[in-house]
């Protein structure tokens, strides 16, 4: 009986721990890939060929883009605040970060580039 009661005894513990261990394992994973993701959404190097103040929309020839899969070229962005577009003309040089927002391409940062 008291083999049974020990037995029973380490099952409960065993069982138990098994939860809080998978727990601490996925929230380590969670961090890892939260620290590569933001790693990899870089200010990337533009310039401004076209700003369109009415559609919102800014054309940057730029540098790549990691965190989208995207090859340098020139290309139409939105912007994630429409009164950035007032500190752009064209011929500036920016630097910018760009993530992909409701389906739409979109600059979440900028600063003129120094």
Do not use: C, Y
Not at 29 to 36: D, E, K, P, Y
Request: charged content about 20%; glycine content about 8%.
């Amino acid at each position: 009986m008291k083999a049974l009661f020990t037995s029973t005894l380490i099952a409960l513990v065993t069982l138990g721990a098994a939860p809080v261990q998978a727990a601490g394992d996925h929230a380590g994973h969670g961090m890892a890939m939260q620290a590569t993701a933001s790693t990899e959404m870089q200010m990337v190097d533009g310039v401004v060929k076209k700003v369109d103040k009415s559609a919102g929309k800014v054309t940057l020839s730029h540098g790549p883009l990691t965190n989208l899969s995207m090859p340098a070229m020139t290309m139409v962005f939105r912007v994630k605040d429409a009164n950035w577009l007032d500190q752009m003309k064209a011929g500036d040089k920016i630097r910018f970060m760009a993530d992909n927002v409701n389906g739409a391409v979109t600059i979440v940062h900028f600063e003129p580039a120094k």
